[in-house]
């Protein structure tokens, strides 16, 4: 009878956070769906009517779209590709006993706390600048002609900067994991003459599944929606263009809330169809 009662008190005091959360959620998404069905112009004439689902068949018949699709994912599995192979790498090396081993810890985690605009601005002009960047002047002195990253490999350029800010991310969930793992199964291993490649394919990195598992999924949630780096960096020429970024494109030029609605439920539908991509083939390592 107590028992009950304290479930009941229970889900008493957690109603008024559920029904917050829910209205946070889904006032939103219907007034983005109820939009998205009209011709709403603000600085225009306001509420132009219902025009159906015109919004959503020039949204998606629109040269851009298809092009926006293909690199919003080439941009994120690149990313993923280098914050969990990088991330992978510095985990095991930041894991062995070193010479001040907290200030490196605290020196390699410190870019996941710059601001996207101010790390995208560092890129830009500090290191990428085809004149006055760091990279330039490295490749004069190997007298080589220096490249323009953002013109001739933008996407690259892209991927490079917002691999900079998550690996940090990546770097501290599997180092976390790594230092989780029993150390007698290397030692064992280490005294049956297994070698350092054979511990960390058989025994390190099958114990790093789970996390790299989480470090996929948190990211993938986060990088669908990368707009500040290439606002600052390109501002979506030369290809950069992301489903995220041509949303802000088309309600900028054509001041069409109605439009870029449409395409806000794009994105919703391309998030959930990666999402429940990522949770069948990388999700089930989290019931293992």
């Known amino acids: 009878m107590s028992t009950r009662h304290s479930r009941s008190a229970a889900r008493l005091m957690m109603a008024p956070a559920v029904v917050l959360l829910l209205g946070w959620m889904l006032v939103p998404l219907t007034m983005t769906i109820y939009f998205s069905f009209k011709r709403y112009l603000p600085l225009r004439g306001g509420d132009l009517g219902w025009i159906g689902w015109e919004n959503y068949v020039r949204f998606v018949t629109s040269s851009a779209f298809w092009p926006a699709i293909q690199t919003t994912l080439v941009l994120v599995g690149g990313v993923l590709l280098i914050t969990i192979v990088v991330g992978v790498l510095l985990s095991v090396l930041l894991d062995q006993p070193m010479w001040g081993q907290g200030v490196v810890r605290i020196l390699v985690i410190a870019p996941f706390f710059v601001m996207p605009t101010v790390s995208a601005?560092?890129?830009?002009?500090?290191?990428?600048?085809?004149?006055?960047?760091?990279?330039?002047?490295?490749?004069?002195?190997?007298?080589?002609?220096?490249?323009?990253?953002?013109?001739?490999?933008?996407?690259?350029?892209?991927?490079?900067?917002?691999?900079?800010?998550?690996?940090?991310?990546?770097?501290?969930?599997?180092?976390?994991?790594?230092?989780?793992?029993?150390?007698?199964?290397?030692?064992?291993?280490?005294?049956?003459?297994?070698?350092?490649?054979?511990?960390?394919?058989?025994?390190?990195?099958?114990?790093?599944?789970?996390?790299?598992?989480?470090?996929?999924?948190?990211?993938?949630?986060?990088?669908?929606?990368?707009?500040?780096?290439?606002?600052?960096?390109?501002?979506?020429?030369?290809?950069?263009?992301?489903?995220?970024?041509?949303?802000?494109?088309?309600?900028?030029?054509?001041?069409?809330?109605?439009?870029?609605?449409?395409?806000?439920?794009?994105?919703?539908?391309?998030?959930?169809?990666?999402?429940?991509?990522?949770?069948?083939?990388?999700?089930?390592?989290?019931?293992?």
């Not at 490649?197 to 114990?207: A, G, M």
């Not at 929606?225 to 020429?237: C, D, K, N």
């Open 121 to 288: 601005l560092v890129w830009k002009n500090m290191f990428m600048d085809p004149v006055n960047g760091l990279l330039a002047h490295l490749w004069k002195f190997f007298g080589a002609q220096p490249v323009e990253w953002l013109s001739d490999v933008p996407v690259f350029s892209l991927v490079l900067i917002v691999s900079w800010q998550w690996l940090p991310f990546a770097t501290l969930i599997l180092l976390t994991a790594i230092q989780s793992l029993d150390s007698e199964q290397l030692e064992a291993a280490e005294m049956d003459g297994a070698s350092p490649l054979s511990r960390f394919f058989y025994i390190t990195l099958p114990h790093l599944s789970r996390a790299i598992t989480i470090v996929i999924l948190i990211q993938t949630i986060f990088l669908l929606s990368i707009f500040a780096e290439i606002f600052v960096t390109t501002q979506g020429s030369f290809g950069t263009r992301t489903l995220t970024y041509l949303i802000y494109q088309r309600v900028l030029e054509s001041q069409n809330v109605g439009l870029g609605s449409a395409g806000g439920v794009y994105a919703i539908i391309l998030a959930n169809i990666v999402a429940i991509f990522l949770m069948r083939i990388v999700g089930k390592n989290l019931d293992a």
